[in-house]
């Protein structure tokens, strides 16, 4: 059974900090990737990591993918108070894996930022 | 171009009724999903198709059917609600798993609030 966990769950910071939250798989992924949501919203993407070594950056957010290690990161540069939400990560690994054909997803990082 | 459509926004049940959650789209996706979302928690598969006429189940598919007999129409019917049912459903589509890079992420909906009295 694939299971997804994210870490920290909960996160507090000021803006102008940089931080990283962390989402480990236990099996082989076809895809990896990063959602918003915000409080009674839908998600958003952000992010889809195919490869090994995969990194992408949009704004103030990266994220990275290491299939060697089933991990992959979303790093914060500089935050700021409109990132305030919280960030899923969700593992597809319907062919390597032998799942379903849908995501499965981590618990999330509630993330809010201080002015 | 609306993308996923659900509704209704909200409902309240009690025990033992049942109702349709409908999900439309409007991407011309072949793949479509449900899933739920307890509170504090990530969503989780219960229903997906893969395209019109076929369905599967996914992790948590027990008290629940779909069907899909179009390539936009993909409802969750609950049949004898339950407590344990409560949570919020989101619908979502995609393009199929092999399409271009950049179009294969999946589009979630607004949200169905379920809350089984």
């Given amino acids: ?35 918003r949501q915000d409080p009674g919203k839908s998600l958003e993407s952000l992010f889809v990591l195919l490869s090994n070594g995969a990194v992408k950056q949009e704004g103030r957010l990266m994220a990275s993918l290491d299939t060697k290690a089933r991990l992959s990161t979303l790093h914060i540069t500089a935050a700021v108070h409109d990132l305030s939400a919280t960030y899923f990560c969700a593992v597809d690994c319907r062919y390597s894996g032998g799942g379903a054909d849908g ?7 509630h993330l809010i930022i201080q002015p | ?33 449900w899933y739920r979302q307890d509170p504090g928690m ?3 598969l219960i229903y997906y198709s893969v395209g019109a006429g076929i369905t599967d189940k996914g992790e948590v598919p027990n008290g629940y059917n779909v069907s899909r007999s179009t390539t936009e129409d993909f409802p969750l019917r609950l049949e004898l609600a339950a407590p344990s049912q409560t949570s919020v459903y989101f619908c979502a589509s995609s393009y199929s798993f ?8 999946q589009y979630f909906g607004p949200g169905t609030r379920l809350t089984v009295l």
Avoid at chain 1, 103 to 109: A, E, M, R, S
Wanted: glycine share 8%.
């Fill in chain 2, 98 to 105: 092999w399409a271009e890079h950049g179009t294969d992420t």
């Fill in chain 1, 1 to 35: 059974e694939l299971k997804v966990e994210q870490n920290p769950l909960f996160l507090s910071m000021q803006e102008g900090k940089n931080y990283t939250i962390y989402c480990n798989y236990s099996t082989t992924s076809d895809r990896l990737y990063w959602y």
């Fill in chain 1, 103 to 109: 995501l499965t997803f981590g618990k999330g990082t």
């Fill in chain 2, 42 to 44: 990530g969503l989780k």
């Fill in chain 2, 1 to 33: 171009n609306a993308g996923v459509t659900q509704t209704p926004k909200f409902r309240i049940l009690k025990i033992g009724q049942s109702m349709t959650l409908q999900c439309t789209q409007d991407m011309n996706h072949n793949y479509m999903y």
